[in-house]
């Protein structure tokens, strides 16, 4: 991908939120560009091995977080494997990421898990900063259409209802300063992709989190999900996401949405479809009514295990094409 001009008098600071798969995604195209990259994690995660090590260290679950370090980092490929190697036997230890246990030991070292971030940032050569959107343990919960209550990022989808809204528990968790100031001094804040209410919506509940990038002089995307997930958003439309999102936050919070415009090959469809998920339509009409500017490409990747992947480094040309463009606006205005 073609970098950011570097005769330019600095580097734009991009500020992604997100976690699970989707925004390691997004920041390994973000990472070949000359940019300056802040990205805020969920730490609502409650399954797998961060859940057990969230219970067992009394610690925030580092799961994300080691799948956004791993994808920022300058490593070699067999480091990748070994950071990202989970262990199938072991009394205790099957079913842990090393990436995991090396977050909590540090944890445990350092006495802080941002310190411990910050030290496995080191480690790794991480090309840009990575932080919790909450320092504090948090338990995300869901209100379902039909009024009962499920508790654990893990659980909700598995709960076959329609959700109706998400909470933290503590309510309104304090937030990570430096989070707080990167997205004051921000270029462009980039929400997405990623599990719509386990993955987003998380971060946005977070204390003043909302507010910020609502105030916030930076361009702000929303990177739309290709497919639906089953437990979560079926039969949702991209404006559904959006809309759902205003429904937490309020109107009027994104000023660019970026959708896929393209169509999987049947085969695909079909291993989607029998999980439960489809393509999610590009409603471009009711987004623009929700007042946000669209843009709407190709952009499927696709996997070698047949799975569909956002293409990055188009989805970065996106993002930095309307960065220049609304820096060139501000100077001729």
């Known amino acids: 991908m073609k970098d950011y001009p570097r005769g330019e008098s600095r580097r734009p600071?991009?500020?992604?939120?997100?976690?699970?798969?989707?925004?390691?995604v997004l920041l390994r195209g973000l990472k070949k560009a000359h940019v300056d990259i802040t990205a805020v994690v969920t730490v609502a995660d409650d399954g797998g091995s961060s859940g057990r090590l969230r219970d067992d260290m009394q610690m925030p679950p580092p799961g994300d977080v080691r799948n956004v370090l791993i994808?920022?980092?300058?490593?070699?490929?067999?480091?990748?494997?070994?950071?990202?190697?989970?262990?199938?036997?072991?009394?205790?230890?099957?079913?842990?990421?090393?990436?995991?246990?090396?977050?909590?030991?540090?944890?445990?070292?350092?006495?802080?898990?941002?310190?411990?971030?910050?030290?496995?940032?080191?480690?790794?050569?991480?090309?840009?900063?990575?932080?919790?959107?909450?320092?504090?343990?948090?338990?995300?919960?869901?209100?379902?259409?039909?009024?009962?209550?499920?508790?654990?990022?893990?659980?909700?989808?598995?709960?076959?209802?329609?959700?109706?809204?998400?909470?933290?528990?503590?309510?309104?968790?304090?937030?990570?300063?430096?989070?707080?100031?990167?997205?004051?001094?921000?270029?462009?804040?980039?929400?997405?992709?990623?599990?719509?209410?386990?993955?987003?919506?998380?971060?946005?509940?977070?204390?003043?989190?909302?507010?910020?990038?609502?105030?916030?002089?930076?361009?702000?995307?929303?990177?739309?999900?290709?497919?639906?997930?089953?437990?979560?958003?079926?039969?949702?439309?991209?404006?559904?996401?959006?809309?759902?999102?205003?429904?937490?936050?309020?109107d009027r919070f994104f000023d660019t949405v970026i959708v896929n415009n393209a169509v999987p090959p049947p085969s695909i469809r079909r291993k989607y479809a029998a999980k439960g998920a489809e393509t999610v339509l590009p409603d471009i009409d009711r987004l623009k009514e929700l007042g946000c500017h669209v843009i709407a490409d190709n952009l499927l990747l696709y996997g070698s295990d047949s799975y569909l992947r956002h293409d990055a480094d188009r989805l970065c040309r996106h993002i930095l094409n309307r960065v220049r463009e609304r820096k060139r606006r501000r100077c001729s205005g």
């Open 71 to 250: 994808a920022l980092a300058d490593t070699e490929p067999l480091l990748e494997q070994v950071l990202q190697h989970r262990f199938t036997n072991g009394d205790g230890l099957a079913g842990h990421a090393l990436g995991n246990l090396m977050l909590a030991a540090l944890k445990e070292i350092t006495g802080d898990f941002t310190q411990a971030i910050e030290e496995m940032s080191r480690v790794l050569a991480v090309r840009g900063q990575v932080l919790p959107a909450s320092s504090q343990d948090v338990v995300l919960l869901a209100e379902m259409t039909d009024g009962t209550i499920i508790r654990g990022e893990s659980q909700i989808p598995k709960s076959g209802k329609k959700i109706r809204r998400v909470f933290l528990h503590p309510p309104q968790p304090a937030p990570h300063d430096d989070a707080l100031d990167a997205i004051a001094r921000a270029d462009a804040i980039v929400i997405g992709p990623g599990s719509l209410y386990t993955s987003i919506l998380p971060n946005l509940l977070v204390r003043g989190m909302a507010e910020a990038i609502r105030a916030s002089s930076a361009d702000k995307f929303y990177i739309c999900n290709v497919m639906t997930q089953p437990g979560e958003t079926d039969g949702f439309t991209a404006s559904d996401h959006v809309q759902a999102i205003y429904d937490h936050v309020g």
């Open 13 to 24: 600071h991009i500020v992604a939120i997100g976690g699970g798969t989707g925004l390691p």
